[in-house]
């Protein structure tokens, strides 16, 4: 249902949006840790490593579709805000048509190159044929997961962040149930958990769609609305394609690091393995403010409220920094227990707590530069979010993920220093950039 945005309380309307957001997010985490835990259950290593492979490429593409669709979030947000209900429609129809081409296309060629993403990878040999089938489902499936992120963010560029929730709770139950099924009792392993995925994101999209023709969403959609609109495509891409390749070199620099780590030996592997899942849970929050501060300023833009998409901004770092602020310092306290919930190996937990305490503080900083892009977004100005996270990943992260382990082979802190260090760049490059736009709409 269409809510608008650009009137009353911003505290409010920023909590409106961003719990039901923050629920999406967690059920989604759940919906991905969901197959290695069953799996695990039923099979041995080999299955394991697949789905484990398998599901990085996976969320790889499936950021990169997100960041992609970050484009009609905020083109569907603006038309919203200013009222333009033809607009929003057009946004919507034009969005369904772009996308559908996109990812049949994607389909085709990821098939085409199962193989080669397999070996690049560097798949365990044991582990190449459950992997490929893995992959081999799971893209077929890439229609289906793509139009569950797209109707998505149709729906948050409306306002709406609680229907998205319910579809992902949908989807996240029916992967459960499945994965039992088809891993538990008819023993297909790896193909299994692939099968249950796209499955389950198909029932997803059948519930998305049964909202959009049953529910009011404000927007009455018609024949001339799907009409292809190369300026409309062009707005949603303009935004869009910069979001989805910063993801996407973000994701690559997490394989970076990793392949860093590996070279530390296999308790420093596992310690970092481990902490990226915590960092994964606990930066929940900072993704969350990123799409809130981009829908919201969205609409108050297209309001011209641009007064109130600065105090989204204003409110959304206050939040961040808070939450940040607390976590990092409470980490410190408890950094070991919370290793030792993934593992008993006490060098594991040691290492894995040294990690910890320096990445931590990326939580403080990414909260803050992550409300500025969402920010920089709503301006379609999100080439200024790729500039930030491309100087940060490339002067910063990578190689100071590389010196640290280095010069301090028998302690993994300096190592986790390294991304707070690369957030705090892109804070800077941020502040400058919103000082420099803040100029530009001085008089509105």
């Not at 296309?105 to 992997?131: D, H, N």
């Not at 059948?206 to 969403?217: N, P, R, S, Y």
């Amino acid at each position: 249902m269409e809510k608008n945005l650009t009137s009353g309380s911003v505290a409010k309307n920023i909590l409106y949006f961003s719990l039901p957001y923050l629920l999406s997010y967690f059920l989604q985490t759940l919906y991905g840790m969901a197959d290695l835990y069953i799996i695990g259950q039923f099979n041995g290593v080999a299955h394991i490593t697949a789905v484990s492979i398998g599901s990085q490429v996976m969320h790889m593409l499936t950021v990169m579709v997100v960041g992609l669709a970050m484009g009609t979030t905020v083109t569907i947000g603006k038309a919203v805000g200013g009222k333009q209900q033809e607009q929003a429609a057009s946004a919507v129809g034009n969005t369904a048509i772009l996308f559908m081409g996109v990812s049949i296309a994607a389909t085709a060629l990821l098939l085409a190159f199962v193989g080669q993403i397999v070996a690049v990878m560097a798949t365990p040999e044991k582990a190449v044929s459950g992997t490929v089938s893995y992959l081999t489902i799971c893209f077929l499936g890439i229609p289906f997961i793509t139009a569950y992120n797209i109707i998505s963010s149709i729906f948050r560029g409306l306002g709406d962040s609680r229907s998205p929730m319910y579809f992902i709770a949908i989807a996240c139950g029916a992967n459960i149930a499945l994965d039992y099924l088809l891993i538990g009792i008819f023993h297909m392993g790896a193909a299994g958990a692939a099968l249950g995925t796209t499955l389950s994101q198909t029932i997803s999209v059948g519930a998305a769609l049964f909202a959009i023709f049953k529910g009011k969403t404000g927007i009455a959609l018609k024949k001339r609305h799907v009409r292809p609109k190369m300026k409309i495509m062009g707005q949603i891409l303009k935004i869009g394609i910069p979001v989805a390749l910063q993801d996407g070199f973000i994701q690559i620099s997490f394989i970076v690091i990793t392949v860093i780590a590996n070279r530390r030996g296999l308790n420093d592997a596992a310690a970092v393995g481990i902490v990226e899942k915590i960092i994964g849970v606990v930066f929940l929050v900072p993704s969350t403010m990123l799409s809130t501060v981009s829908a919201l300023s969205a609409q108050n833009i297209g309001a011209g409220k641009h007064g109130r998409a600065a105090l989204t901004l204003r409110y959304a770092v206050l939040i961040t920094v808070g939450f940040g602020l607390v976590v990092s310092v409470l980490v410190q306290f408890i950094a070991e227990p919370a290793v030792g919930i993934f593992t008993g190996d006490a060098q594991v937990i040691v290492s894995g707590a040294q990690y910890l305490r320096g990445y931590i503080w990326d939580c403080l900083f990414a909260g803050v530069h992550f409300s500025f892009s969402g920010y920089f977004c709503a301006y379609g100005m999100s080439g200024i979010s790729f500039l930030h996270n491309s100087l940060s990943i490339v002067c910063a992260r990578i190689p100071g993920a590389y010196f640290a382990s280095e010069y301090f082979p028998s302690n993994l802190f300096p190592m986790g220093l390294a991304a707070p260090v690369g957030s705090l760049l892109s804070v800077v490059i941020c502040a400058i950039a919103f000082f420099w736009m803040r100029g530009r709409h001085q008089g509105e």
